[in-house]
């Protein structure tokens, strides 16, 4: 099956600062979500985006599905963006729309 | 509001003993997914369901059941099968166009099980 690698596996950040996460897939897919995991275990939708750019507040995200890598980018992060964050792709084909994930980032960032 | 609801946020389930725990949308989603989370570990796929009385194994499918009799309801039942002493569940649904496929997922608030 697909293969999901995220990096780097941890990131440690001084609020203010700016950061980009990386996610590699193996084969080519349908779809691919960006999730934040807050600290309660939630699992919040921040973009969904098989290919191209998209941007919303301080966080964007672009897709190159041709080179199967996507980037997450937090500008002037601040506290309360701190926690695990997971790519996840679908395949297509037989898959039936369920999605792969990263082993994650986890992002802490200090006051 | 629309959304995904899971029950109960925690349970705790002795060895021997099968459990259920419960998820219930109303986006009208035509597929639902269970996924279990380990310490430390991203999500994994248990089952899944396209609709209304189908449902095929994921890749951690072992020691697990399901159902879907409605649309809104993906039920999961842990056997006392299932060893892993404590994990995250987590229920996703998400959308089906004729033209584009599967749409985005969305999850619920997860339930915690433990095994005392």
């Known amino acids: 099956g697909i293969q999901v690698e995220q990096s780097p596996p941890d990131l440690i950040l001084q609020e203010g600062a700016n950061s980009t996460l990386r996610c590699n897939f193996s084969?080519?897919?349908?779809?691919l979500q960006w999730f934040h995991q807050n600290p309660w275990g939630q699992l919040i939708n921040l973009f969904y985006i098989p290919s191209g750019t998209k941007q919303n507040g301080r966080l964007s995200a672009t897709t190159v599905a041709t080179e199967r890598y996507s980037l997450l980018y937090i500008s002037s992060s601040q506290t309360t963006d701190s926690g695990v964050y997971f790519c996840a792709v679908n395949a297509g084909g037989t898959s039936y729309g369920k999605l792969t994930f990263g082993q994650g980032t986890i992002l802490t960032v200090h006051p | 509001d629309g959304g995904i609801t899971q029950s109960p946020k925690y349970l705790f389930r002795k060895e021997g003993q099968n459990v259920t725990l419960s998820c219930e949308q109303n986006l009208n989603h035509d597929a639902m997914y269970w996924y279990r989370q380990d310490p430390g570990q991203g999500l994994r796929l248990i089952y899944y369901?396209?609709?209304?009385?189908?449902?095929q194994k994921g890749d951690i499918a072992e020691g697990y059941s399901v159902s879907r009799e409605k649309k809104e309801s993906f039920p999961l039942t842990v056997t006392s099968a299932q060893k892993t002493p404590t994990a995250f569940y987590l229920c996703?649904?998400?959308?089906?166009?004729?033209?584009?496929?599967?749409?985005?997922?969305?999850f619920g608030d997860g339930t915690r099980l433990s095994i005392l």
């Open positions: 369901s396209q609709i209304v009385n189908d449902f």
């Open positions: 084969d080519s897919v349908n779809n």
């Open positions: 996703a649904s998400s959308p089906y166009l004729l033209d584009r496929g599967f749409q985005p997922q969305h």
